[in-house]
T-cell receptor, first 114, second 115 residues
């Protein structure tokens, strides 16, 4: 296992279209996080999974956003009816489920809404 | 709410120069503090961390000391190399429900080191 992988690396979509991103965490990690990073800013927390349970969602995660982790392994983040303001880098991270275990980040999916 | 403020970049240095990137934080509790680094084309990597006041985190020649009295966690390196060119993010952990680390990041500081 070489780390957290995200697919696709880049996505260009037209405003109003739906997009879905995938994250494959490190295999033994039961915690999974999604962050969003806009240009010139640091990552902002979106949501957190412990195994398949989504335990916290940020206010940034509007009704157009939905995340799943159906079997406690990979996760998907879907954005419906994309807007230009959704353009950002979407980062996935995973960690072991103990205390303040280090989070390992993927390379991200860069979304451009035109 | 909790927040992190770090110095704006870019920081441009010559090789072997001394580096300081300032980071201050606001938190209601006693967070752990982190420095992450993002090299061009790569994901965020943990560089170092400190979990309580007066702890010093260190890695690859970089150091940062958790200063509760000044709410700071400044990153330092005595002699930078061209390979240190990257974006550096200061972060704190806000323990979310279930005790996991919800990271709150600063805006990042780009470092460019020239030969």
């Amino acid at each position: 296992d070489t780390g957290v992988s995200q697919d696709p690396r880049h996505k260009i979509t037209k405003r109003g279209q739906n997009v879905t991103f995938r994250c494959d965490p490190i295999s033994e990690h039961n915690r999974l996080y999604w962050y969003r990073q806009t240009l010139g800013q640091g990552p902002e927390f979106l949501t957190y999974f412990q195994n398949e349970a989504q335990l916290e969602k940020s206010r940034l995660l509007s009704d157009r956003f939905s995340a799943e982790r159906p079997k406690g392994s990979f996760s998907t983040l879907e954005i419906q009816r994309t807007e230009q303001g959704d353009s950002a880098m979407y980062l996935c991270a995973s960690s072991l489920g103990v205390g303040d275990a280090e989070a390992f980040f993927g390379q991200g999916t860069r979304l451009t809404v035109v | 709410g909790d927040s992190v403020t770090q110095m704006e970049g870019p920081v441009t240095l010559s090789e072997e120069a001394f580096l300081t990137i300032n980071c201050t934080y606001t938190a209601t509790g006693y967070p752990s503090l982190f420095w992450y680094v993002q090299y061009p084309g790569e994901g965020l990597q943990l560089l170092l961390k400190a979990t309580k006041a007066d702890d010093k985190g260190s890695n690859k020649g970089f150091e940062a000391t958790y200063r509760k009295e000044t709410t700071s966690f400044h990153l330092e390196k005595g002699s930078v190399q061209v390979s240190d060119s990257a974006v550096y993010f200061c972060a704190l952990s806000d323990l979310g429900s279930g005790g996991y680390n919800k990271l709150i990041f600063g805006a990042g500081t780009r470092l460019a080191v020239h030969p």
